[in-house]
């Protein structure tokens, strides 16, 4: 069965550094998603990406959060200068189409990267 | 504004009982809902979704759910309950106001006595 796959599961980074989490979303898909869980918190969606550009972000998206489709399999979520606050569980999710009713909706999510910033 | 409730921080069954996971929702229309299972150290697994129809849903592992408009409610059911069974589950709402993001309830952690 495809799924949504994330590398890496664990990354740790200092304070101020850059990171790059990755994304493979499953291959028909074509509506990308990034949520956030800090630990013991809510899952909360960040961003959402259709058609090689931002189709929708929260206010936690701030100008230190990017999304880029480098190629055609892989999705990433960028942070400029971590901090503190930016530890969390990062999961990418992907649905079929936006827009259609019924089952093409339905986000399935991978399996998460646990950030750390010290 | 939008909201998902899931009243329940914590519920303990013994295995063989039933199960019975609230989930309530504040959106003047019929959004599309979910239901989402997180084991530890895991993922988000679905376990089954409400779009329009039959308001009684099946999903994997025995579960099902109900949707009922009058109490925007779409609570999660299983009638007997097994070790595995044991994780935090994630009500889950979508399509509200066209928007495509999925808002989440708080969780429910389900734990599961032998």
């Known amino acids: 069965e495809p799924e949504v796959t994330q590398t890496p599961s664990h990354q740790v980074t200092q304070m101020g550094q850059e990171v790059i989490l990755r994304c493979v979303p499953i291959s028909n898909h074509l509506y990308f998603y990034w949520y956030r869980q800090i630990l013991g918190q809510k899952v909360e969606f960040l961003v959402s990406f259709y058609n090689n550009e931002i189709s929708e972000k929260s206010e936690i998206f701030d100008d230190q959060f990017s999304v880029e489709r480098p190629d055609g399999s892989n999705f990433t979520l960028k942070i400029r200068s971590t901090k503190l606050e930016d530890s969390a569980m990062y999961f990418c999710?992907?649905?079929?189409?936006?827009?259609?009713?019924?089952?093409?909706?339905?986000?399935?999510f991978g399996p998460g990267t646990r950030l750390t910033v010290l | 504004a939008q909201s998902v409730t899931q009243p329940d921080i914590h519920i303990t069954v013994s295995e063989g009982a039933s199960l019975e996971l609230r989930c309530n929702y504040s959106y003047g229309a019929t959004p599309y809902l979910f239901w989402y299972v997180q084991s530890p150290g895991q993922g988000l697994q679905l376990l089954l979704k409400y779009f329009s129809g039959d308001t009684l849903v099946q999903g994997i592992k025995g579960f099902e759910a109900e949707f009922k408009r009058s109490q925007s409610s779409f609570n999660l059911r299983k009638p007997s309950v097994h070790w595995s069974d044991a994780a935090e589950y994630f009500c889950?709402?979508?399509?509200?106001?066209?928007?495509?993001?999925?808002?989440f309830g708080s969780g429910t952690r389900l734990l599961v006595r032998p």
């Open positions: 889950a709402v979508g399509r509200m106001d066209s928007s495509y993001k999925l808002i």
């Open positions: 999710a992907s649905s079929e189409a936006p827009g259609s009713a019924g089952g093409t909706d339905t986000q399935y």
